[in-house]
């Protein structure tokens, strides 16, 4: 079995059928490194230190904090994860 078809990728997303990020990606879910990009770009990262990064945008907000899609990356080479919609990360002092 070819691990690779169970990458979720931004060019599958984009192009399939109308679907938001929330349906498309569940929490665990490896992504590639174009749709990590893109979640770090669209709107300036949250929280990002290295691969790990938390997107610009809260998803909502509860008991007073927000929360956002995070992403992960490890490995050599880099595979990439979404995390699911996690409260904010401190930031490094």
């Not at 770009?41 to 949250?46: G, H, L, M, R, W």
């Not at 997107?55 to 907000?61: D, F, I, L, M, T």
């Given at each position: 079995?070819?691990?690779a078809s169970?990458?979720?990728t931004y060019q599958a997303w984009e192009g399939g059928?109308?679907?938001s990020i929330l349906d498309y990606l569940r929490p665990l879910d490896e992504v590639d490194e174009e749709m990590f990009n893109h979640f770090a770009?669209?709107?300036?990262?949250?929280y990002q230190v290295g691969n790990l990064m938390q997107?610009?945008?809260?998803?909502?907000?509860d008991q007073g904090r927000y929360h956002y899609m995070t992403f992960a990356g490890?490995?050599?080479p880099t595979r990439y994860y979404?995390?699911?919609i996690l409260p904010p990360f401190k930031q490094p002092k």
């Open positions: 079995m070819n691990h169970h990458i979720k059928p109308e679907l770009s669209v709107v300036p990262a949250q997107s610009g945008e809260a998803e909502y907000k490890y490995g050599e979404y995390l699911g």
